[in-house]
């Protein structure tokens, strides 16, 4: 007899992968900020981290899709 195959995990996978695309989107926007690799304008500060912000409301849209419970603000 065999075991039923979870659901949430096989579901799921295209949000998994998705949301770790979009968590790596975020880390490449950031990383060169924190690292001061470079003097950057008000404007690609800005413009870096609305992006890395846009990615993070994709990650968490991505895991309410998939029954992620979060409080809404």
């Known amino acids: 007899m065999t075991d039923a195959p979870r659901p949430w995990p096989n579901v799921a996978k295209e949000a998994r992968d998705r949301s770790a695309e979009e968590a ?3 880390v490449h926007q950031l990383q ?4 001061d690799e470079r003097p950057f304008t008000e404007t ?10 846009n990615a993070a409301e ?7 899709g998939q029954g992620a419970q979060t ?3």
């Not at 060169?32 to 690292?35: E, G, I, K, R, W």
């Not at 690609?44 to 912000?53: I, N, P, Y």
């Not at 994709?58 to 309410?64: A, D, S, T």
Request: zero cysteines; aromatic letters at 0%.
């Open 32 to 35: 060169p900020l924190v690292d």
């Open 44 to 53: 690609e500060r800005l413009r870096r981290v609305s992006s890395a912000l």
């Open 58 to 64: 994709i990650i968490l849209r991505l895991l309410e």
């Open 24 to 26: 790596q989107r975020i």
């Open 71 to 73: 409080r809404p603000e």
